[in-house]
């Protein structure tokens, strides 16, 4: 049987949630019905899963979370965010990767309350055969920082996301060979009728009103994306090849990322194929070499291509993450 973890992301910025003119409040140790956040969703994880961590951005936070926790019985492991590239939930999921030893985690940020056991279950049984399970809303929108992840797999895609550069979460999904989305219209409404397990506290009105989620559009199915394997040992050359890159060491790096580019384009594994061409076209810029406008527009390419197979099923999240690093490329050319 499968070991289950939580990854509880507890770095962020908190903005929305802030009161101008007023001193920085930590949205996880907002209290709700006379408890902080963060002790409402270990309460509801301590029940679904084997292990929790708790990702942090600094050492206080770590401290200050522990002695939270405690005062109310409670305990779980902290995993400070590792220095990279990237910063936000990213480098929050790898961190907290690396730190556990599940089979399938499920990432959640500290700003979802009401998180049932049940919706846990599911996410992780639905993963069961997948790197990478999403819940989608019908217009197209991701919960992004609800994922269940298979970790071996989910690993190398965060570890190549993070060395190359690329910060946003949804990469993970992108990066993913075997990606379910599920509609939270389908098995998800029998066991949660009003969608409470959604409900983010985004702003200190919702601990009041807390806001529920959108339900109109038109994607009412799970879909799955079938891509075949993982490609782990390219991921882990493309990873060897930046390393390269960022110590100045460029003898075959460009063909390096070009033999990578070819290979994921035979694969039809877009996303990765637009970012090893984009890859190609920053070495030959910083080389000062030719070439450069036309490896940008191949990255481009793949964005489109990746983002048409995302908008034929009407993820329009995904898609639309896709044209934006096309137009990306585009404006370097």
Known sequence: ??????????????????????????????????????????????????????????????????????????????????????????LAILSGLRAVSADYCLTVPTDMPFLSQKIADYMFKAAEGFDVTVPMWPDGTLETLLMALNRKDALVIAETLCLLGKSPAD???????????VSPLNKIKLLDPEFRSFININLKEDLNRPQTRNTMGKVTENIKFDRGSLPAADLTVLQCTQKMLDDAKFLHVENIFSKCASYFEDQKLYFWAGVSHEKIGDTQLKLSIEGAKESFQRAASNYQKEAETYEAKGCRALAQRGLDDAAWCQSRV
């Open 1 to 90: 049987m499968s070991r289950w973890g939580a990854l509880v992301l507890a770095g962020g910025k908190a903005q929305r949630f802030q009161t101008p003119d007023q001193p920085w409040q930590d949205k996880a140790l907002a209290e709700l019905d006379g408890k902080p956040l963060l002790v409402h969703l270990i309460q509801n994880l301590h029940g679904a899963v084997d292990e929790i961590a708790i990702c942090v951005n600094d050492e206080e936070r770590k401290v200050e979370y522990r002695e939270t926790l405690e005062k109310y019985g409670l305990e779980a492991n902290f995993v400070v965010d590792e220095k990279s590239k990237v910063g936000g939930p990213l």
């Open 171 to 181: 990469g993970v999904a992108r990066g993913a060979s075997k990606l379910l989305i």
